[in-house]
């Protein structure tokens, strides 16, 4: 690294000239972490020492301007978790120029003093420029790349390094060693036996892949097939698959994790054997389209699997149902339940760039959304991505408990979501709060179904249960 007053504007003009996502500035959006080449066994696994980022990382840290916007947007740095963005990137700053960060003058890891790290290219990144603390506080949000004018790609930084940590020292903190033990085992992050994935949808007599030729939606149910609050969305978007007579099916007891946890806990390997093996899965089978409830596996499939040779149209429930809305394939009823607030899944907005579809969705059913003042790309993280609930590095409060507080403020009676990660974390609030929805489920409760016309011989209509 270099000095000098003019330091940033040269360093930031040869950044954003080879920066290593150039779509971005297409208008586009390029979200999905790189892939390591694991076949070669002389490439590093990670980052383990400040000389190992690629060079237009080390230009991009070497472009930061201090500005704070990256921690002010930070909610582990809200929350009190060891973990500044800011301070992050100039730590890798301070570790090529062989220095400490004695002279940082700004905000320090929350609970962490300043003075007490330094190092050189050539050493170890944890424990010397950071601890392994502040890499596990990250929830992969994106909301400091979203905010940095530079467009410094932090989060992909915070991965690179947690891979050296689980792919060489297998030093994933608290219950990440099972994570990811019980993924390769049973291909579910939480263990349970791989024969239970469809015990939730026992009664509703779905299609499975295997059994048909060709579908147009091929329904990717998600690890949500295990968690009995989760379930209830699942079977109130089957309820509305079915309502809009959408040819679908589901893969069934083939259908495997995704992979984002393992990736995001920077475990690459089973990600990429999760992934490889889902996409020999989907290479059976004809659809149109896979839609799923799930922003993390939605952001994965479409984003993370093409590398791999899984190139498919990939949609978020609430952008189908949107699409069915409008074209007239739902008779719902005007809802009644309540004000709404809509809380925005960071892998489905920061991500994905989806903030409109769900609000089409809650619009068509007569409910005006009493918006958060952080919403949309501003939107507060529930704290559920990345791994953090897994890694649970403490703070002095908790993530959920901060997104709660920005709901209370709008006054609304029910927070519709969109996310199984989000679901949990909110409903994990333990003080009194509002109801927590699903979209699907809001869709579901104001489902009417159609006057059948009156005919002597008509049979009455089959009922769904749901």
Same mark, same amino acid.
């Given at each position: ?12 003009? =040869? ?113 010397? =420029? ?11 949000? &994106? ?94 978007? /089957? ?46 089978? &004809? ?13 994965? =499939? ?77 939107? &507060? ?35 519709? /979501? ?35 016309? /009156? ?12």
């Amino acid at each position: 690294t270099w000095g000098g007053p003019m330091k940033h504007a040269f360093a930031g003009a =040869l950044h954003l000239a080879w920066h290593r996502r150039a779509e971005r500035f297409g208008g586009g959006r390029s979200t999905g972490l790189k892939a390591l080449d694991l076949t070669d066994r002389s490439a590093p696994l990670g980052v383990e020492k400040p000389k190992d980022f690629t060079w237009n990382q080390l230009l991009g840290f070497d472009a930061c301007v201090q500005c704070g916007k990256c921690e002010a947007a930070c909610p582990a740095f809200a929350a009190g978790q060891p973990l500044n963005p800011k301070k992050l990137i100039q730590d890798m700053v301070v570790g090529l120029a062989g220095g400490t960060d004695a002279h940082f003058a700004g905000s320090p890891y929350p609970g962490k003093p300043i003075g007490e790290h330094g190092g050189n290219p050539h050493q170890p990144i944890v424990n010397g =420029l950071v601890d392994a603390e502040t890499l596990w506080s990250c929830t992969t949000c &994106r909301a400091c790349v979203e905010e940095c004018p530079m467009m410094i790609e932090h989060v992909d930084a915070i991965v690179d390094m947690r891979r050296f940590l689980t792919l060489e020292k297998g030093a994933t903190p608290n219950n990440g060693a099972q994570v990811l033990d019980n993924l390769i085992a049973t291909d579910n992050p939480g263990g349970f036996a791989p024969g239970g994935r469809m015990n939730w949808a026992a009664d509703l007599n779905l299609n499975v892949m295997r059994d048909t030729p060709s579908v147009d939606v091929l329904f990717w149910v998600g690890d949500g097939a295990f968690d009995m609050r989760n379930q209830r969305t699942l079977r109130a978007f /089957v309820k509305v698959l079915k309502a809009a007579k959408v040819s679908f099916a589901v893969l069934g007891l083939e259908e495997r994790d995704s992979g984002d946890v393992a990736r995001r806990l920077g475990d690459e390997a089973t990600f990429q054997a999760l992934a490889k093996r889902n996409i020999q899965t989907l290479a059976q089978y &004809r659809f149109k389209r896979i839609v799923t409830c799930d922003p993390h596996s939605f952001h994965v =499939l479409k984003n993370e699997y093409p590398a791999f040779g899984g190139e498919y149209l990939v949609q978020h429930h609430s952008t189908y149902m949107a699409e069915l809305l409008a074209a007239g394939q739902l008779n719902v009823s005007a809802d009644t339940g309540g004000s709404v607030t809509y809380h925005d899944p960071c892998y489905l907005g920061r991500y994905n760039g989806e903030y409109e579809a769900p609000r089409a969705v809650l619009r068509a059913l007569g409910i005006e959304v009493k918006e958060m003042q952080r919403s949309g790309f501003r939107s &507060r993280c529930c704290g559920g991505g990345g791994g953090a609930p897994i890694t649970d590095i403490p703070g002095k409060q908790r993530i959920p408990d901060m997104r709660m507080d920005d709901i209370r403020e709008t006054g609304a009676e029910r927070v519709a /979501v969109g996310c199984p990660q989000c679901t949990a974390m909110l409903e994990g609030v333990v003080e009194p709060r509002p109801l927590i929805k699903d979209i699907a489920e809001l869709v579901a409760d104001a489902l009417v179904e159609p006057a059948a016309p /009156v005919k002597a011989t008509q049979r009455a209509p089959e009922e769904v249960i749901a």
